[in-house]
């Protein structure tokens, strides 16, 4: 069973920072990409950044100069560094990895519980 955990978020105002953790646990065989994912209400889920393998990048251009994304493979688990928070910025995020489990031979899409993410003052 393979599943992944957010932890880090909460409520921060305008202008400050929050880091999110998301640890991949369970029978892993490897990880590709892994990535954040956002949803604030009455919208559609949005890409903020993403961690390929060969060590790139990408992010949104609303959160670029912002926001930093890193890995630490060792721990199988991604951060995302959330600096100059704007009220914008508020939602749920979600934690997003392709993963290969032990014995299953091609990698799937999995997805975190997701944490709030609250920018107000």
């Known amino acids: 069973q393979v599943q992944l955990v957010e932890s880090g978020g909460g409520l921060v105002q305008p202008g400050g920072s929050l880091r999110l953790s998301c640890a991949a646990s369970?029978?892993?065989?490897?990880?590709?990409?892994m990535g954040w994912y956002r949803q604030a209400p009455g919208k559609e889920r949005e890409l903020v950044a993403v961690?390929?393998?060969?060590?790139?990048?990408n992010y949104a251009d609303s959160v670029k100069g912002r926001f930093t994304i890193s890995r630490d493979y060792a721990k199988k688990t991604v951060y995302l560094q959330m600096n100059s928070l704007k009220p914008e910025d508020t939602a749920v995020y979600y934690c997003?990895?392709?993963?290969?489990?032990?014995?299953?031979?091609?990698?799937?899409?999995?997805w975190g519980q997701g944490t709030q993410v609250t920018v107000s003052s």
């Open positions: 997003n990895a392709d993963i290969v489990a032990y014995g299953s031979g091609q990698y799937f899409n999995y």
């Open positions: 961690s390929l393998s060969g060590f790139s990048t």
């Open positions: 369970g029978s892993i065989f490897s990880i590709n990409a």
